[in-house]
């Protein structure tokens, strides 16, 4: 399931800015897969730790390891940072397992859509 967050937060005069689309898929070890171009400055190892540890949050153990394909970046080059793009794919491994606890939760006459 492909998964997409994005992250601002105001800490003036600045802010801090990532967005990410990514797609958790079962491997043999941890590692990325960047499908997305980057400009600027490369954020892939944020995105790793984030996944880790959003993984943590939910239960999972790094007994368990992953692909994580990049399929979609946004980024500044001035907003954004590591710390933006570890928040980013920390909270889209959360969410993604939130939409999958939703669809176990709902009633079968109901339907669920998600943008592409």
């Known amino acids: 399931m492909k998964v997409s967050f994005s992250y601002k937060k105001i800490i003036s005069p600045r ?7 990514i797609e958790l898929i079962e491997s043999d070890s941890f590692e990325i897969n960047s499908l997305a171009s980057w400009k600027g400055e490369n954020f892939e190892d944020a995105i790793l730790h984030g996944v880790k540890d959003g993984l943590l949050d939910i239960g999972v153990s790094h007994d368990q390891a992953f692909r994580i394909d990049v399929h979609k970046i946004e980024s500044h080059p ?11 794919a920390r909270v889209a491994v959360r969410s993604q ?7 176990k939760e ?3 006459h109901w339907e669920i859509r998600r943008p592409d």
């Open 106 to 108: 709902v009633p079968s």
């Open 15 to 21: 802010m801090l800015s990532a967005g990410l689309t």
């Open 78 to 88: 001035v907003d954004s940072s590591y710390k933006s793009f570890y928040i980013a």
């Open 97 to 103: 397992q939130l939409v999958q606890q939703l669809h």
